[in-house]
């Protein structure tokens, strides 16, 4: 299975302090066979031998880093189903799913492509930080390299044919994982939120589609796909929309360290300290107070290095914690005192000292 | 109220002025479509399906025999109207009138790709295709006095000029 923290999740990357990670997905469909809800197992399988063909010809022609290893998910560890689903590179219904499903990942983890899950192929970029333009130009290299040796369902009015059909024209989704402590503390979220709904933006949890927001982490993505081309979309959302919503949150963040600082810094220290005292933690609670430490991070209220924060972010979700220490599989009590330890001694080690488990 | 054409319940209602005299028009969701007016655009995508619900809600014992069916891959319109996932690609075919409601209101008034194709040397001929479609569209929209239809079809031909230097 993949290195414990290649994650683009767990990097950091330009607007780091707002912009989690970018990410481009493009929805396509070999033509000539039913979308996957309407195919049988036998067909789903050829689809799979079909885009692995293509993947293998595209692979050939990459440097090292982006060559596509083929992870077939219907007989991989449930663990390692998890792991990709933790390090957003799967959506949890792809990695909970029962039939034939594949995932072709780069070795650096920032391309890949989730065979079989509502379409036959989306095709992913995901980094650290504010890049979503560098995410564009991946993620449709790749795009054209797999059109090389395959044939996408297109039509001449609705473009790229998609099974739900508000995805079809580009098939493009882009979006922005933010991390909007500023906009939460100055009760701003509900007003954000309509105006995501008057651009046209889905505004979605930590996990993407039907999951909750935790730790004030915030995915906002474009749901217009058709009627515009595919740089136009960019454009609008790469350089009008998500500037203004990292202002709008530095905006907030300043005025909300003016007005209420020692509100903030009470919070920002307790969850400070209960990291590194708690000798119990839920994934959820320690989601939440690394969250808060990270706000303080940012704002330079806390000695602590960005990236150490986003990559605890990441090992202490479930199936992470338990590549770090298998005894967190042995029970619920055992993982919250086996996160609890691991936070503790990665709090204490302090931002330089390299982590022994990396 | 009834439709102007048939017995189901009018859903758009339009009253046209013309020289001082008021002419009102009631039509059904089906007639509606196909008079070619769009639905409101700032609708949450969610209510679309719901919505095509109600337009046929009354006669659902016979809309289940007469439900329209792909005949590539069998998929039945109220089994799409359930999952809102369609069953192939020529699912879009089998059901335009409602597919193009249906993705007209979820894109912003949208009614045509002017994005990437995979058919690289075929790209000239589709685009010109497409611009003569949009144009006869824009045609027919300024005739029936659609102008917010026709201000975005126009909006779509200048989408596909090439950019300025």
């Not at chain 1, 650290?128 to 795009?143: I, N």
């Not at chain 1, 740089?231 to 530095?250: C, H, I, T, W």
């Not at chain 1, 933690?281 to 940012?298: E, H, M, P, Q």
């Amino acid at each position: 299975m993949t290195q414990p923290f290649s994650a683009a999740i767990s990097q950091i990357g330009p607007d780091s302090d707002v912009v989690v990670t970018s990410r481009v997905r493009l929805a396509r469909n070999i033509s000539g066979f039913p979308f996957v809800s309407r195919a049988s197992n036998p067909i789903r399988l050829e689809i799979m031998r079909v885009v692995r063909h293509a993947v293998d010809h595209a692979s050939k022609r990459t440097s090292a880093d982006q060559e596509l290893r083929w992870i077939e998910l219907q007989s991989a560890q449930s663990r390692d189903r998890i792991l990709l689903s933790e390090r957003h590179l799967v959506s949890r219904h792809f990695a909970n799913s029962d039939w034939p499903r594949a995932l072709a990942l780069s070795n650096d983890e920032h391309s890949s492509i989730m065979v079989n899950e509502e379409d036959h192929l989306r095709i992913q970029f995901l980094c650290a930080g504010s890049r979503l333009a560098d995410a564009f130009t991946a993620a449709f290299r790749l795009e054209n390299a797999l059109a090389e040796s395959t044939n996408f369902s297109f039509h001449p009015r609705w473009g790229y044919l998609t099974a739900c059909p508000t995805n079809v024209g580009c098939g493009i989704r882009m979006s922005a994982m933010l991390h909007l402590p500023g906009v939460q503390i100055m009760k701003e979220v509900d007003r954000i939120k309509r105006a995501a709904k008057e651009l046209h933006l889905a505004v979605r949890g930590y996990y993407g589609e039907g999951s909750e927001s935790i730790g004030d982490f915030f995915q906002f993505s474009n749901q217009i796909t058709l009627g515009s081309t595919e740089d136009a979309l960019l454009e609008e959302f790469n350089g009008v929309v998500l500037p203004r919503l990292v202002g709008y949150e530095r905006e907030a963040r300043t005025a909300a360290l003016a007005r209420h600082r020692s509100r903030i810094e009470d919070v920002v220290f307790r969850a400070h300290a209960n990291l590194s005292a708690a000798r119990l933690l839920t994934a959820d609670a320690a989601t939440k107070d690394l969250s808060r430490v990270r706000f303080g991070v940012v704002m330079g209220l806390l000695p602590v290095d960005l990236a150490t924060i986003q990559r605890l972010l990441l090992q202490v979700q479930p199936a992470h914690l338990s590549v770090i220490d298998p005894r967190a599989l042995e029970g619920d009590e055992i993982e919250r005192e086996v996160r609890a330890t691991f936070m503790r001694q990665a709090l204490a080690r302090g931002p330089s000292e390299p982590n022994p488990n990396s | 109220m009834k439709c102007d054409h048939c017995d189901k319940p009018a859903v758009v209602h339009e009253v046209i002025i013309r020289s001082g005299v008021s002419n009102e028009i009631h039509l059904c969701a089906e007639h509606a479509i196909a008079a070619g007016y769009p639905l409101p655009i700032d609708q949450p995508i969610a209510d679309i399906f719901p919505q095509l619900e109600t337009a046929s809600k009354g006669d659902i014992g016979k809309a289940k025999e007469r439900s329209p069916k792909c005949s590539a891959c069998g998929l039945t319109f109220t089994a799409f109207r359930k999952s809102g996932m369609l069953g192939c690609p020529a699912c879009y075919d089998a059901f335009m009138p409602m597919i193009e409601q249906v993705i007209e209101s979820s894109q912003g008034g949208a009614t045509h790709h002017v994005g990437r194709s995979p058919h690289g040397g075929a790209e000239t001929e589709r685009l010109q295709n497409l611009r003569a479609k949009l144009m006869r569209d824009l045609e027919i929209a300024v005739t029936a006095e659609q102008y917010e239809r026709a201000a975005k079809l126009r909006d779509e031909l200048r989408a596909m000029d090439p950019p300025t230097p």
